[in-house]
């Protein structure tokens, strides 16, 4: 069976820290990977996708991909109150199949 | 432009009733995603479709569940004779197949049986 396991928190970081979030996954042949954020009792919102290894920026955040460790992680620098919310993580398996396997998600909670 | 549609956005049953929720996907994406998500759990795939067929359904309970995607009109999940169990927030998913294949959510549709 095809997992991507994640911490599930909480993560409490102060305001203005740098939030470490990490994911890994079973399925080695993985393609695509997501990072969505969910704040409580709305639906996921997609922050960034990484193809490729190596580390993807936009804005505060950052993707790193490792695929030899079967990892990939999330940085948010700066981090905001606004910020604090459920982390998921989520990978395309191989084998041409399109439909992602998620995480539980991290929750995230930044202080003042 | 539009994201993923889904109503209703809460709908309140009886055990034992039916439950229909309807998904329309972003203008230009072909493929729908049903993906289930209890209370304090992670999002749990139900079934993939395209227009007119059920991909992988691998994820949907064989029994009272039943979903389809119609050449015209909205995707939709069917649940007949709602148990407490069924209980959760429904978010449908949508996509344009395409390599990389990032999938978008509506903003879900939130089941309560009574």
């Known amino acids: 069976q095809k997992e991507v396991e994640q911490n599930s928190g909480p993560l409490s970081v102060p305001e203005g820290a740098i939030a470490s979030l990490n994911c890994t996954y079973s399925?080695?042949?993985?393609?695509?990977f997501f990072w969505y954020r969910q704040y409580s009792g709305k639906s996921p919102e997609l922050i960034m996708f990484?193809?490729?290894?190596g580390d993807k920026e936009d804005g505060r955040f950052t993707a790193q991909l490792n695929k030899a460790s079967q990892y990939v992680s999330l940085l948010i620098r700066d981090s905001q109150p606004s910020d604090s919310a459920t982390y998921l993580c989520?990978?395309?398996?191989?084998?041409?199949?399109?439909?992602?396997?998620f995480g539980r998600g991290t929750s995230l909670i930044v202080h003042p | 432009n539009a994201g993923v549609m889904q109503n209703p956005r809460h709908l309140v049953r009886r055990r034992g009733q039916e439950a229909r929720l309807r998904c329309s996907p972003m203008?230009?994406?072909?493929?729908v995603y049903w993906y289930r998500q209890l209370p304090e759990e992670g999002l749990k795939f139900m079934v993939y479709?395209?227009?007119?067929?059920?991909?992988?359904e691998s994820g949907m309970p064989k029994e009272r569940f039943s979903a389809e995607f119609p050449k015209e009109g909205p995707s939709i999940l069917r649940i007949q004779q709602v148990v407490r169990g069924d209980s959760a927030a429904y978010f449908c998913?949508?996509?344009?197949?395409?390599?990389?294949?990032?999938?978008?959510f509506g903003e879900g549709s939130w089941l309560t049986v009574v």
């Open positions: 998913a949508s996509s344009p197949g395409t390599d990389g294949n990032t999938i978008y």
């Open positions: 203008k230009g994406h072909s493929h």
């Open positions: 479709l395209q227009k007119e067929n059920i991909i992988d």
């Open positions: 990484i193809y490729s290894n």
């Open positions: 399925d080695r042949g993985s393609q695509s």
């Open positions: 989520a990978v395309n398996p191989s084998g041409g199949s399109y439909i992602p396997t």
